[in-house]
């Protein structure tokens, strides 16, 4: 149980430190897609419009119910920073926080329970209107550096190196 705790923890951690990563290249910024989505409106009731169609298309399609959701889902997805903090991190986290509890509990995975969270995270994910930046931050070098110690100096801890005896040898990067 420690260990999957420690490992939940490490994915979120890789999911923000991508989107660290992200963030320093134009190309890779959620808020380009919003606001030129939004820049397509004549009037203001278009442009909240226009921006949840943009959301919804790379998130999940709006065909969904409490606890079933749309079977268009990640249809467009990105690996876009904005989207990776904002959405991915936090739904990888309602996932996180079920399987926990089932292990903890020695009880089967609540789905419904975990369906209903994550719609909800999806559905008011695309109607919000948070404005993400438009413009690249930080030295994607220096931070690739950055990331490639960080994660390369603990990858016998995550036991993503093969060889160190670990019960994760198989994986591999």
């Known amino acids: 149980m420690n260990q999957v705790t420690i490992l939940c923890q490490h994915f979120l951690s890789l999911v923000n430190d991508l989107d660290t990563l992200l963030s320093s290249h134009e190309g890779f910024l959620l808020g380009p897609w919003?606001?030129?989505?939004?820049?397509?409106?004549?009037?203001s009731e278009q442009e909240i419009q226009?921006?949840?169609n943009a959301r919804t298309q790379?998130?999940?399609?709006f065909d969904n119910t409490e606890t079933k959701a749309s079977l268009l889902r990640d249809y467009a997805n990105k690996y876009w920073s904005g989207l990776l903090q904002d959405y991915y991190g936090p739904r990888a986290a309602i996932y996180f926080k079920h399987l926990l509890l089932s292990m903890e509990n020695n009880a089967p995975f609540a789905l419904k329970e975990w369906r209903r969270e994550w719609i909800s995270l999806t559905n008011n994910w695309q109607s919000d209107?948070?404005?993400?930046?438009t413009t690249a931050t930080g030295d994607?070098?220096?931070i690739s550096q950055s990331l490639y110690t960080k994660y390369l100096s603990n990858a016998d801890l995550l036991g993503l190196?093969?060889?160190?005896g670990s019960p994760w040898k198989s994986a591999s990067l």
């Open 34 to 43: 919003l606001e030129s989505a939004k820049g397509l409106a004549r009037n």
């Open 50 to 52: 226009y921006e949840w």
């Open 58 to 61: 790379i998130t999940m399609w």
């Open 129 to 133: 209107r948070k404005v993400f930046s």
């Open 140 to 142: 994607p070098l220096n």
């Open 161 to 164: 190196v093969e060889g160190t």
